[in-house]
């Protein structure tokens, strides 16, 4: 019973569970640097010495973080479908209504609210610098640009990691979202599996095991990541 | 048609969205505050089989995307319906808004046990010994001394986690529920109107940040007894 439910082939759903894994996987990869870069940018807007640009920085993280990320989802969805249809209206009205990708609009939204949390990380790391390193940077004659390539940023890594390693969970999770939009990913490949064979609780149980074996896997390795980063530490 | 406009002619709706919304996450981070601390004392010294299935279930709740356990829930009980009916559960289980309850419970719970535990660590063993020292019972111990102090430390933690459930609650309206999200979807896929989502918006970020302000309000009170000593 079971070896058929999860057999590759036209009987089994194991083949279509697996291809929306890809999706998800995807999903996740092609969010995580799109996410990191717009941190990285909403993070110096915060970290700006002007007072306007900290203040859109934190309107950015306030406002992001503080929205539910199916609504981000899908004001984004039907945003840019409702951006794209007028744009269509106007230079290229013979081809009629269209659907925004939902893969990219998907990777835009799970992008913007990455974003958002990575840039508070960020910003947290940076602060995380001890002073006194920037202070000795400065004494021995360094200019603050150099002190930021040569002290701060390699430095970075090590204090944002567990931070993006919880974000990187999330992301792996939110990407179930998706599925509302009309994706092909695991949530919506486990769905159709199981408008066809009325094992409902079969399959979404599958699908969490899929899932939490993605954040064991990731933990894992985060785990080492972290430890690698630590290595050049004095431990007291 | 203006914002003024529309707002006025979606609010009702929204508002009653809102009620949902508030209520949802005020349960289910309420239940589940209930079991908390419970299980975090299971957690730090319990018997080793509960603290290993202890640990397995916040490692699901925790690794599991929070809108497969509420398909799990909802739509996976159909698969028992002839057991459920039989041990008189189905019409709890048959009621989007109940499986969305028991969900939020279920994962808040997790992540609230988790943060307890770090505030029961985090209180210094000393108070703990000259609670013991002066003739305390470990219930007068844990009720009068580590308990308080925990809940100080973990205070501003289980406000993030009462927000993230808030926001989580939204999931709710993909099984049908309409809360203030539910709503929303609606009036967009009726109207069309796409200034309903920035409202929605509005609506969500005044209930955190009226949920931080009294939070706040709040600690200050837990913390007033350790100000006074301080000579604040």
Not at chain 1, 47 to 69: D, F, H, I, K
Not at chain 2, 171 to 181: G, K, N
């Amino acid at each position: 019973m079971m070896e058929t439910l999860f057999s590759y082939g036209p009987q089994g759903w194991g083949d279509e569970l697996l291809a929306g894994l890809g999706v998800t996987l995807q999903l996740a990869a092609a969010t995580l640097p799109l996410g990191l870069l717009l941190g990285f940018f909403v993070a110096a807007l915060s970290l700006s010495r002007r007072p306007g640009l900290r203040a859109m920085g934190w309107g950015y993280t306030t406002v992001m973080r503080g929205m539910p990320e199916i609504l981000t989802l899908f004001i984004v969805y039907n945003g840019l479908g409702l951006g794209l249809n007028r744009l269509l209206d106007a230079f290229a009205p013979q081809l009629g209504a269209v659907d925004f990708p939902p893969f990219a609009a998907g990777v835009i939204a799970l992008a913007l609210v990455f974003a958002a949390f990575a840039a508070e990380v960020l910003r947290g790391a940076f602060q995380s610098v001890p002073e006194g390193q920037v202070l000795a940077g400065l004494a021995i004659g360094m200019t603050g640009r150099q002190v930021f390539w040569r002290i701060k940023l390699p430095q970075l890594w090590r204090f944002a990691l567990p931070g993006m390693g919880n974000l990187w969970l999330n992301l792996l999770k939110d990407t179930a979202l998706v599925s509302v939009i009309a994706l092909d990913d695991l949530m919506r490949a486990t769905k159709v599996a199981v408008g066809v064979t009325k094992q409902p609780f079969t399959f979404y149980l599958a699908a969490c095991l899929i899932y939490w074996a993605l954040c064991l896997g990731s933990e894992l390795v985060l785990a080492r990541l972290e430890a690698r980063a630590n290595r050049g530490l004095r431990r007291v | 048609m203006s914002l003024i406009e529309s707002l006025s002619a979606n609010l009702p709706k929204l508002l009653d969205g809102l009620e949902t919304t508030l209520l949802l996450t005020g349960l289910g981070a309420a239940l589940a505050a209930v079991f908390s601390p419970g299980l975090a004392l299971i957690r730090l010294g319990g018997p080793t089989p509960a603290k290993v299935l202890l640990r397995i279930y916040i490692s699901f709740m925790r690794g599991t995307p929070l809108l497969a356990q509420l398909f799990l829930v909802f739509y996976g009980s159909g698969q028992f319906r002839a057991e459920l009916t039989a041990l008189g559960l189905w019409s709890f289980f048959r009621d989007p808004f109940n499986c969305a309850v028991l969900v939020f419970v279920l994962n808040s719970c997790a992540y609230q046990t988790e943060i307890l535990r770090g505030g029961l660590q985090a209180v210094p063993p000393g108070e703990i010994e000259a609670a013991r020292a002066i003739g305390m019972t470990r219930a007068q111990v844990l009720a009068r001394v580590t308990f308080p102090h925990a809940y100080r430390i973990a205070w501003p933690a289980l406000g993030n986690e009462v927000i993230l459930l808030m926001k989580a609650s939204a999931l709710a309206s993909i099984v049908t529920v309409f809360d203030l999200m539910g709503r929303t979807r609606q009036i967009f896929s009726r109207s069309f109107e796409f200034s309903v989502y920035f409202e929605a918006a509005a609506l969500y970020l005044l209930i955190t940040v009226v949920f931080v302000f009294l939070w706040r309000q709040i600690e200050r009170r837990l913390t007033r007894p350790m100000r006074r000593t301080q000579g604040n």
